[in-house]
């Protein structure tokens, strides 16, 4: 059964700075992997889709990366921001388009 | 306007009753899925329909049912609600081609 790990459950940090948040999962048969954020009282809003013969995609500030065959990805914030505070959530698409989240990491950005 | 749209976004009800939580997109997407989130747990999918005439159970259907009237409809039923189906259940579609999933802006389930 595939496990998704979202390692730490919440992260404070300063304006300005540059974080990674980290996301590990146990079955590498994945089609692709999507870092999710979300808002208090909103939904899921896509960030970044990696299909499973990729090795990275980059939006703005963000960048998403695929270790598939150590079952690790990386979604890389630069220039964090106060509207980037959300929580993150990550999650691995297998066959029969099946999602399996994380827990996700609450993101606090300190103006 | 929004794209996938869930309605009520807020429920509170009590054991035993029945509930229906419905979904409605106007993407155009022949996918279509419910989720629920509970704490700790992230989100867990219940169902999901890939047109009118296919329903498939996820991984906690037990307790749900659903119905898909029209490509753009999507709705979960609770039969006889219990405490712990107390949730924030998520609505979400997507395209073959791309497999992004879109999500609505959840409905926040009590059952008392």
């Known amino acids: 059964k595939q496990e998704v790990t979202q390692i730490p459950a919440a992260l404070s940090v300063p304006e300005g700075e540059n974080l990674v948040l980290n996301c590990s999962f146990t079955d590498s048969a994945i089609y692709n992997l999507q870092w999710f954020r979300q808002d208090p009282g909103k939904g899921l809003t896509s960030l970044l889709l990696i299909q499973s013969s990729q090795r990275e995609q980059t939006s703005g500030r963000l960048n998403a990366s695929l270790d598939k065959s150590s079952g690790r990805s990386t979604l890389y914030i630069a220039a964090s921001q106060p509207g980037d505070s959300a929580t993150y959530l990550c999650?691995?698409?297998?066959?029969?388009?099946?999602?399996?989240f994380g827990q996700g990491t609450r993101l606090t950005i300190n103006p | 306007d929004a794209d996938v749209t869930q309605t009520p976004r807020n429920r509170i009800t009590k054991t035993g009753k029945r509930i229906m939580l419905e979904c409605s997109q106007t993407?155009?997407?022949?996918?279509m899925y419910w989720y629920r989130q509970d704490p700790g747990l992230g989100l867990r999918l219940i169902y999901y329909?890939?047109?009118?005439?296919?329903?498939n159970k996820g991984e906690i259907s037990d307790g749900y049912s659903v119905s898909r009237q029209a490509q753009a409809k999507f709705s979960l039923s609770l039969e006889s609600a219990i405490p712990n189906q107390t949730a924030l259940y998520f609505c979400?579609?997507?395209?073959?081609?791309?497999?992004?999933?879109?999500f609505g802006p959840g409905t926040r389930l009590t059952v008392l």
């Open positions: 993407k155009g997407h022949d996918r």
């Open positions: 979400a579609t997507s395209e073959a081609r791309t497999d992004t999933q879109y």
């Open positions: 999650a691995v698409l297998q066959g029969a388009q099946k999602l399996v």
């Open positions: 329909s890939f047109d009118v005439k296919d329903i």
